[in-house]
Each structure stands twice: as C-alpha cells, then as structure tokens.
C-alpha cells in the first residue's frame, strides 16, 4: 500500500469520549502533519512532527493530543471535544520540513461529528 | 505575514470549455514556490500544479497551466476542455515563511462545478 492512509474515515463521538485518529504514510517521508479543514475555512494547520519530534504546535487546546511514535505512523487523540471541534482532520507528510518545495502528500481524511 | 486569498468561492464551467481560477498572495521572498491541489468529493487533496517563483516559464501539467504573475504576485489556474472529473475544490497553497522553508498555507479555496 502506498501514499497516506487515514482511519477511521468517519467518526462520531460524544463529548466525553476519547478517541483516536490514525495516520499512517508508505512514501518514506519524514515529516507529518495534521490539519483541521473546517467549512467556508482555509486548512489549519494543527501539529508539525519532523523525524518523530513535535516542531509545531499552533494553539492547539490541549483536548487535541499528537502522538508520533515512528516516521510513518502520527495519531491525533481526542478528548473532551467540544461541537465546534467537528470538522475534517487532514495528515499529510513530506520528505522532510524542506518539503513545502515539492508539497505534501494527504490522505482523504476523517470526518469528525462531535454530538 | 503570508497570506493567500482566492476571490472566487464558487465558479461553473460548461464541460469541454475553459475555466480560469485565481489566486493572489503576499511575500516578502524572492524565491518561493506556488501550489495548486485539487480536493474531489472524495476528499483526498491531491497536488495539481507546482510553480517556482524563480522560473519565469509557466508550469503546464496536460490540461492544466497557471499564469504566474511575479510582481503582481498572482497564481491563477486555467483548466483547458473542462471534465466532468475536474468538478472539485481547488486550492492555492505557498509556504508560510516563504522559499522551501516553512508550512504550506492554504486559501480558501473555490468550488467549481462542471456542468454537462
């Protein structure tokens, strides 16, 4: 399998719950990342991982918790969501942090409903 | 800062015709590159066209070219005979701290449709 893969593609969950998205990346990249697309929105960009390492964190609430445990996996963990949390969570990835050069890679996403 | 601003949130094309979408930014860099990606209703956004700013050539991928205006700083996207296919969100994206250095930053992108 190639590319950038995101699980699950759709979610639901209430405001107590906790879960988990999953992204996961077969190009050998070493930088990763997650956006929040919201409509009538440009793309936010969340979390920046360069060689498993968060080297960007922009005011993200602390409900929304980044995980990178290698170069090809990167988790987004939820808890405690409010409803204006609800939106499409996009991954992508890069070569490296130089990689705006040659643009990312993104996987379809999951859309979020929170309830 | 560097922005990008799409003017057109939604446009429409007879399918076979040409449409052209534009994209203005704002840098203070003199070497940058400029981005087009394409979101399908299947959601993955996927990279269309890329431009460097130090090229004076426009960048042409088959039925897509931009019109890369420098010193306007302008990054419009033609789409030559229109497919069923190309309907879609299409953004503009460039690097936030201009060059190859930093996030890409994304506009708000332009819905078009085409129509049979």
């Known amino acids: ?115 | 800062a560097q922005t990008v601003t799409q003017s057109q949130p939604e446009m429409s094309v007879q399918e076979a015709e040409t449409v052209t979408l534009s994209c203005t930014y704002d840098t203070s860099e003199n070497n940058y590159y400029l981005f087009w990606y394409k979101q399908p209703p299947s959601r993955q956004m996927i990279l269309v066209i890329r431009q460097e700013a130090y090229k004076q050539q426009n960048a042409t991928e088959n039925r897509f070219s931009v019109n890369f205006q420098k010193a306007a700083k302008s990054f419009s996207l033609k789409i030559s005979d229109s497919q069923l296919g190309d309907t879609a969100m299409y953004f503009c994206a460039f690097p936030s701290s201009g060059g190859s250095q930093g996030n890409l930053i994304f506009g708000k992108g332009t819905k078009l449709s085409v129509k049979p």
């Open chain 1, 1 to 115: 399998e190639t590319g950038v893969t995101q699980t699950p593609r759709h979610l639901v969950m209430g405001m107590t719950n906790k879960k988990s998205l999953k992204c996961e990346q077969h190009l050998g990249h070493n930088a990763m990342y997650w956006y929040k697309q919201s409509a009538k929105k440009p793309l936010e960009l969340m979390f920046v991982y360069s060689l498993e390492e968060r080297v960007e964190n922009n005011s993200v609430p602390s409900r929304f918790s980044p995980e990178c445990p290698n170069s090809s996996h990167l988790f987004l963990h939820l808890h405690t969501l409010q409803p204006e949390d609800s939106a499409l969570y996009l991954c992508a990835s890069s070569q490296d942090r130089q990689g705006a050069a040659y643009g990312y890679t993104f996987g379809s996403g999951t859309r979020l409903t929170v309830v």
